[in-house]
């Protein structure tokens, strides 16, 4: 059974940092691709990293030079390490697998982690 637990949000001022972590169970980093998503108030939910099964980093839209996403096989957890922080990275932050995995034919989700940042 597939759980995704992220933790690691907080609420940090303009150019801080964050750690998140996502600990998670059925998933082999082995044969998936996994990714942090985010979804600010309003707004749709979109992939913001990235890392392929063969260990490959992707970056998208405003997050590039800022955010590093990893994995540890051996912790099946995911990280994301948020530098430079800005207002704009405001947002609940989700792992999953790309695409997003889907249970009994519906979405997955965990309970994901509350990133603020104030300017």
């Known amino acids: 059974q597939v759980q995704l637990v992220e933790s690691g949000g907080g609420s940090v001022q303009a150019g801080g940092s964050l750690r998140l972590s996502c600990a998670t169970s059925?998933?082999?980093?082995?044969?998936?691709?996994v990714g942090w998503y985010r979804q600010a108030p309003g707004k749709q939910r979109e992939l913001v990293a990235s890392i392929t099964s063969a260990g490959s980093t992707n970056y998208f839209g405003s997050v590039k030079g800022r955010l590093t996403i990893s994995r540890d096989a051996a912790k099946n957890t995911v990280y994301l390490q948020m530098n430079s922080l800005k207002a704009e990275d405001t947002a609940v932050y989700y792992c999953n697998t790309v695409p997003g995995r889907t249970v009994n034919g519906r979405p997955y989700w965990g309970q994901g982690t509350q990133v603020t940042v104030s300017s």
């Open positions: 059925g998933i082999n980093f082995r044969f998936n691709d």
